[in-house]
């Protein structure tokens, strides 16, 4: 006996919106990098602009490695407590990780080394953040999380032709609103999606 093409398609959707919630991606990711990176560059501009002196490869670097043991204390909260995953969660979590340590190498070492100049890190961190942003849209299948690569695209454009520390403040900015604000949204999203699936 046949199988019914409309009941296949409608376990397939079933399965699809049971599993879904184990896809979402947790925006606390987000949320802290976004947060992090901001207050880096608050205190980037301050320094710039005042006679204030204070050590800004060290508070950089102390910044940053708050993010990574972070970043690695919710990824091991998340396998704990949440131990079923999907292929394309991993890949998400590979593809950051990949950005994140291309981006520690190059903004770290780049300017040290005399590879990287100052006032192109605000530009290429929008690229490489937007390539992120696009790829976990696409992965996750967000189309509204996806479109936000293009502000970031657009940002890394002023900033590369608008040199100087407003730079800074427009790094600032995206991240606030092109990172940190959504990372609220993808939490909101997420516990709604629970909520319906139990």
């Known amino acids: 006996m046949a199988q019914d093409p409309q009941n296949d398609l409608a376990y ?7 599993t879904r919630r184990f896809t979402m ?7 802290v990098w976004g947060l992090i990176i901001s207050v880096g560059l608050v205190c ?9 002196r204070l050590p800004l490869i060290a508070i950089w670097i102390a910044l940053i490695t708050v993010g990574w043991v972070l970043s690695f204390w919710l990824g091991y909260r998340k396998v704990r407590y949440e131990p ?16 994140g340590i291309a981006m520690t190498t190059a903004f770290l070492m780049g300017p040290w080394v005399g590879a990287v100049p100052y006032f192109s890190i605000g530009g290429l961190s929008a690229l490489f953040i937007g390539i992120g942003i696009f ?18 695209w657009i940002g890394a454009v ?11 403040w427009i790094s600032a900015g995206l991240l606030i609103v092109l990172m940190v604000i959504p990372g ?5 999203q997420a516990q709604s999606l629970r909520k319906s699936v139990q």
Not at 158 to 168: E, K, R
Not at 184 to 188: A, D, E, P, Q, T
């Open 12 to 18: 397939i959707r079933q399965v699809m919106e049971q």
């Open 25 to 31: 991606v947790s925006g606390n990711y987000f949320i």
């Open 44 to 52: 980037t501009n301050v320094i710039a602009m005042t006679s204030i």
């Open 84 to 99: 079923v995953t999907t292929y394309a969660v991993r890949l998400i979590s590979s593809l950051w990780v990949a950005c």
């Open 135 to 152: 790829m976990t849209g696409i992965l996750n299948g967000m189309h509204w999380f996806r479109n936000l690569a293009i502000g970031w």
């Open 158 to 168: 002023v900033m590369f032709v608008w040199h100087g520390l407003a730079t800074l």
């Open 184 to 188: 609220f949204i993808l939490n909101k």
